[in-house]
T-cell receptor, first 115, second 116 residues
Framework: AQSVTQLDSQVPVFEEAPVELRCNYS??????LFWYVQYPNQGLQLLLK??????LVKGINGFEAEFNKSQTSFHLRKPSVHISDTAEYFC?????????????FGTGTSLTVIP | DTGVSQNPRHKITKRGQNVTFRCDPI?????LYWYRQTLGQGPEFLTY????????KSRLLSDRFSAERPKGSFSTLEIQRTEQGDSAMYLC??????????????FGSGTQLSVL
Protein backbone atom coordinates (compact mmCIF):
# COMPACT_ATOMS: atom_id res chain seq x y z
CA ALA A 1 0.00 0.00 0.00
CA GLN A 2 1.06 3.55 -0.60
CA SER A 3 1.43 6.23 2.02
CA VAL A 4 1.58 9.98 1.69
CA THR A 5 3.16 12.35 4.18
CA GLN A 6 2.44 16.05 4.22
CA LEU A 7 4.98 17.47 6.57
CA ASP A 8 3.21 20.70 7.41
CA SER A 9 -0.31 20.69 8.78
CA GLN A 10 -0.64 24.48 8.72
CA VAL A 11 1.19 27.03 6.62
CA PRO A 12 0.54 30.75 7.15
CA VAL A 13 1.99 33.04 4.51
CA PHE A 14 1.62 36.70 3.65
CA GLU A 15 -0.14 37.73 0.47
CA GLU A 16 2.15 37.92 -2.59
CA ALA A 17 4.83 35.85 -0.85
CA PRO A 18 5.96 32.51 -2.29
CA VAL A 19 4.86 29.25 -0.75
CA GLU A 20 5.90 25.60 -0.84
CA LEU A 21 3.74 22.80 0.49
CA ARG A 22 5.68 19.61 1.01
CA CYS A 23 4.63 16.09 0.11
CA ASN A 24 6.53 12.82 0.33
CA TYR A 25 5.27 9.42 -0.62
CA SER A 26 6.41 5.86 -0.08
CA UNK A 27 5.98 3.35 -2.81
CA UNK A 28 7.85 0.45 -4.28
CA UNK A 29 6.12 0.80 -7.62
CA UNK A 30 5.58 3.55 -10.13
CA UNK A 31 2.82 5.91 -9.19
CA UNK A 32 0.79 8.83 -10.35
CA LEU A 33 0.87 11.91 -8.14
CA PHE A 34 -1.79 14.53 -7.57
CA TRP A 35 -2.53 17.69 -5.64
CA TYR A 36 -6.13 18.44 -4.73
CA VAL A 37 -7.45 21.65 -3.20
CA GLN A 38 -10.47 21.99 -0.96
CA TYR A 39 -11.93 25.45 -0.52
CA PRO A 40 -14.20 26.08 2.47
CA ASN A 41 -17.55 24.33 2.08
CA GLN A 42 -16.59 22.90 -1.30
CA GLY A 43 -15.55 19.51 -2.63
CA LEU A 44 -12.00 18.59 -3.52
CA GLN A 45 -10.80 19.84 -6.90
CA LEU A 46 -7.84 18.62 -8.88
CA LEU A 47 -5.04 21.18 -8.91
CA LEU A 48 -2.48 19.28 -10.95
CA LYS A 49 -1.17 15.81 -11.60
CA UNK A 50 2.06 14.07 -12.57
CA UNK A 51 1.79 11.05 -14.82
CA UNK A 52 5.07 10.88 -16.72
CA UNK A 53 7.44 13.03 -18.71
CA UNK A 54 8.58 16.41 -17.46
CA UNK A 55 9.08 16.45 -13.73
CA LEU A 56 7.77 20.00 -13.45
CA VAL A 57 4.00 20.06 -13.68
CA LYS A 58 1.92 23.19 -13.98
CA GLY A 59 -1.61 23.36 -12.67
CA ILE A 60 -4.44 25.78 -12.27
CA ASN A 61 -4.27 29.10 -10.43
CA GLY A 62 -0.51 29.48 -10.97
CA PHE A 63 0.50 26.42 -8.94
CA GLU A 64 3.22 24.03 -9.99
CA ALA A 65 4.79 20.92 -8.53
CA GLU A 66 8.02 19.09 -9.10
CA PHE A 67 8.35 15.34 -9.03
CA ASN A 68 11.61 14.15 -7.50
CA LYS A 69 11.94 10.40 -7.81
CA SER A 70 15.14 10.07 -5.80
CA GLN A 71 13.60 11.92 -2.87
CA THR A 72 10.10 10.51 -3.44
CA SER A 73 8.71 14.00 -3.18
CA PHE A 74 6.12 16.04 -5.00
CA HIS A 75 6.21 19.50 -3.46
CA LEU A 76 3.69 22.14 -4.49
CA ARG A 77 4.80 25.72 -5.09
CA LYS A 78 3.42 29.08 -6.03
CA PRO A 79 5.63 32.16 -6.50
CA SER A 80 3.04 34.66 -5.25
CA VAL A 81 -0.06 33.72 -3.29
CA HIS A 82 -3.42 35.46 -3.18
CA ILE A 83 -6.02 35.65 -0.45
CA SER A 84 -8.18 33.34 -2.55
CA ASP A 85 -5.58 30.58 -2.23
CA THR A 86 -6.57 30.06 1.40
CA ALA A 87 -7.71 26.43 1.44
CA GLU A 88 -6.81 22.89 2.41
CA TYR A 89 -4.37 21.17 0.08
CA PHE A 90 -4.11 17.41 -0.24
CA CYS A 91 -1.38 15.41 -1.89
CA UNK A 92 -2.46 12.04 -3.30
CA UNK A 93 -0.85 9.05 -4.95
CA UNK A 94 -2.29 6.22 -6.98
CA UNK A 95 -0.86 2.97 -8.32
CA UNK A 96 -0.23 2.48 -11.98
CA UNK A 97 -2.53 -0.48 -11.81
CA UNK A 98 -4.13 -1.76 -15.01
CA UNK A 99 -7.23 -2.73 -13.06
CA UNK A 100 -7.84 0.69 -11.79
CA UNK A 101 -6.44 3.09 -9.34
CA UNK A 102 -7.03 3.54 -5.68
CA UNK A 103 -6.11 6.96 -4.43
CA UNK A 104 -4.25 7.48 -1.16
CA PHE A 105 -4.39 10.93 0.37
CA GLY A 106 -2.14 12.76 2.78
CA THR A 107 -3.50 14.41 5.90
CA GLY A 108 -3.64 17.81 4.24
CA THR A 109 -1.97 21.19 4.65
CA SER A 110 -4.06 24.18 5.62
CA LEU A 111 -2.77 27.22 3.75
CA THR A 112 -3.76 30.56 5.23
CA VAL A 113 -2.89 33.67 3.26
CA ILE A 114 -2.55 36.72 5.46
CA PRO A 115 -3.38 40.12 3.96
CA ASP B 1 -22.58 18.43 -16.32
CA THR B 2 -23.83 19.43 -12.89
CA GLY B 3 -21.01 17.87 -10.92
CA VAL B 4 -21.20 15.24 -8.23
CA SER B 5 -24.17 15.79 -5.96
CA GLN B 6 -24.46 14.49 -2.42
CA ASN B 7 -27.48 14.54 -0.13
CA PRO B 8 -28.01 15.49 2.56
CA ARG B 9 -25.29 18.06 3.22
CA HIS B 10 -25.58 17.53 6.95
CA LYS B 11 -27.03 14.74 9.04
CA ILE B 12 -27.38 14.69 12.80
CA THR B 13 -28.47 11.43 14.34
CA LYS B 14 -28.57 9.67 17.66
CA ARG B 15 -26.30 6.78 18.40
CA GLY B 16 -27.84 3.51 17.32
CA GLN B 17 -29.91 4.96 14.50
CA ASN B 18 -29.49 4.05 10.87
CA VAL B 19 -28.57 6.67 8.27
CA THR B 20 -28.44 6.64 4.49
CA PHE B 21 -26.58 9.01 2.20
CA ARG B 22 -27.04 9.44 -1.50
CA CYS B 23 -24.56 10.31 -4.22
CA ASP B 24 -25.38 11.26 -7.79
CA PRO B 25 -22.24 11.11 -9.91
CA ILE B 26 -21.53 12.98 -13.09
CA UNK B 27 -23.48 11.31 -15.85
CA UNK B 28 -21.47 8.91 -18.04
CA UNK B 29 -19.01 8.35 -15.18
CA UNK B 30 -18.59 4.62 -14.70
CA UNK B 31 -16.72 4.69 -11.44
CA LEU B 32 -18.01 5.88 -8.13
CA TYR B 33 -15.99 6.09 -4.94
CA TRP B 34 -16.86 6.64 -1.31
CA TYR B 35 -14.35 8.22 1.05
CA ARG B 36 -14.50 9.24 4.68
CA GLN B 37 -12.74 12.30 6.02
CA THR B 38 -12.31 13.25 9.66
CA LEU B 39 -10.97 16.51 11.04
CA GLY B 40 -7.28 16.88 10.38
CA GLN B 41 -7.11 13.86 8.10
CA GLY B 42 -7.14 13.29 4.40
CA PRO B 43 -9.90 11.32 2.68
CA GLU B 44 -9.79 7.61 3.50
CA PHE B 45 -10.94 5.18 0.87
CA LEU B 46 -14.03 3.14 1.76
CA THR B 47 -15.25 1.47 -1.41
CA TYR B 48 -15.71 1.90 -5.13
CA UNK B 49 -17.99 0.75 -7.92
CA UNK B 50 -17.43 0.11 -11.58
CA UNK B 51 -20.94 0.59 -12.93
CA UNK B 52 -23.14 -1.43 -10.56
CA UNK B 53 -20.39 -3.78 -9.40
CA UNK B 54 -18.71 -3.08 -6.08
CA UNK B 55 -15.09 -3.90 -6.86
CA UNK B 56 -13.23 -3.08 -3.71
CA LYS B 57 -13.97 -2.47 -0.05
CA SER B 58 -11.61 -1.10 2.53
CA ARG B 59 -11.06 -2.86 5.82
CA LEU B 60 -12.32 0.38 7.33
CA LEU B 61 -15.77 -0.58 6.12
CA SER B 62 -17.28 -2.58 8.96
CA ASP B 63 -20.31 -4.82 8.65
CA ARG B 64 -22.49 -1.90 9.69
CA PHE B 65 -21.66 -0.12 6.44
CA SER B 66 -23.21 -1.07 3.15
CA ALA B 67 -23.06 0.64 -0.21
CA GLU B 68 -25.08 0.03 -3.32
CA ARG B 69 -25.23 1.30 -6.85
CA PRO B 70 -28.19 -0.66 -8.19
CA LYS B 71 -28.43 0.74 -11.71
CA GLY B 72 -24.91 1.94 -12.15
CA SER B 73 -25.93 5.54 -11.66
CA PHE B 74 -26.57 6.94 -8.17
CA SER B 75 -25.21 5.24 -5.08
CA THR B 76 -26.29 4.99 -1.47
CA LEU B 77 -24.17 4.48 1.60
CA GLU B 78 -25.99 3.15 4.65
CA ILE B 79 -24.63 3.01 8.16
CA GLN B 80 -26.55 0.85 10.60
CA ARG B 81 -26.48 1.26 14.38
CA THR B 82 -24.41 4.40 14.17
CA GLU B 83 -21.65 5.02 16.68
CA GLN B 84 -20.04 8.28 17.71
CA GLY B 85 -16.89 7.21 15.92
CA ASP B 86 -18.82 7.29 12.65
CA SER B 87 -18.99 11.08 12.84
CA ALA B 88 -17.15 12.33 9.78
CA MET B 89 -17.52 13.87 6.37
CA TYR B 90 -18.51 11.25 3.82
CA LEU B 91 -17.28 12.10 0.36
CA CYS B 92 -18.38 10.72 -2.94
CA UNK B 93 -16.31 10.95 -6.11
CA UNK B 94 -16.80 9.76 -9.64
CA UNK B 95 -14.61 9.25 -12.68
CA UNK B 96 -14.82 8.15 -16.28
CA UNK B 97 -13.27 4.88 -15.28
CA UNK B 98 -10.50 4.89 -17.80
CA UNK B 99 -7.41 3.46 -16.22
CA UNK B 100 -4.15 5.22 -15.93
CA UNK B 101 -3.76 8.87 -16.73
CA UNK B 102 -7.41 9.51 -17.40
CA UNK B 103 -8.36 8.41 -13.92
CA UNK B 104 -9.37 11.71 -12.41
CA UNK B 105 -11.67 12.02 -9.46
CA UNK B 106 -14.46 14.57 -9.32
CA PHE B 107 -15.65 15.05 -5.75
CA GLY B 108 -18.96 16.05 -4.30
CA SER B 109 -19.22 18.48 -1.40
CA GLY B 110 -19.79 15.67 1.06
CA THR B 111 -22.28 14.72 3.75
CA GLN B 112 -21.28 15.74 7.25
CA LEU B 113 -22.49 13.15 9.75
CA SER B 114 -22.72 13.94 13.44
CA VAL B 115 -23.63 11.11 15.77
CA LEU B 116 -24.75 12.30 19.20
Amino acid sequence: AQSVTQLDSQVPVFEEAPVELRCNYSSSVSVYLFWYVQYPNQGLQLLLKYLSGSTLVKGINGFEAEFNKSQTSFHLRKPSVHISDTAEYFCAVSDRSPTGNQFYFGTGTSLTVIP
Amino acid sequence: DTGVSQNPRHKITKRGQNVTFRCDPISEHNRLYWYRQTLGQGPEFLTYFQNEAQLEKSRLLSDRFSAERPKGSFSTLEIQRTEQGDSAMYLCASSLGATGPNEKLFFGSGTQLSVL
